[in-house]
């Protein structure tokens, strides 16, 4: 499957965005999407994800409330709302795919990418 992202950007802290994700070459419905971030120094981290085929979620505890990851099948896209913007919201952030597993799955077959976000204080 290829992944392609798009969305990223430089905004203020308390701005949104939001993260857009394209698969192709593959069954969109049979993929649990999600997103993944790496920041300059800090450990790989597991933004959200949602499960193949459902609504089944699952999101970091540092943006809860404040992210939300959504499917559209007709477009095979899955998008990444971002709200309330942090400064250590700052990262590459990476789509992530992976063929029929649970969203609490750690590990990710395919990744695009990544995108850049910046958060300015």
């Known amino acids: 499957v290829q992944l392609v992202e798009s969305g990223g950007g430089l905004v203020q802290a308390g701005d949104s965005l939001r993260l857009s994700c394209v698969l192709s070459?593959?069954?969109?419905?049979?993929?649990?999407m999600g997103w993944i971030r790496q920041a300059p120094g800090k450990e790989r981290e597991i933004v959200s994800a949602i499960r193949y085929n459902s609504n089944h979620t699952r999101y970091a505890a540092s943006v809860m409330d404040r992210f939300t990851i959504s499917r559209d099948s007709a477009k095979s896209t899955v998008y990444l709302q971002m709200n309330s913007l942090k400064p250590e919201d700052t990262a590459v952030y990476y789509c992530?795919?992976?063929?029929?597993?649970?969203?609490?799955?750690?590990?990710?077959?395919?990744w695009g990418q990544g995108t850049q976000v910046t958060v300015s204080s």
């Open positions: 992530v795919a992976d063929f029929m597993s649970s969203e609490q799955t750690s590990s990710f077959r395919d």
């Open positions: 070459e593959g069954p969109f419905s049979r993929y649990t």
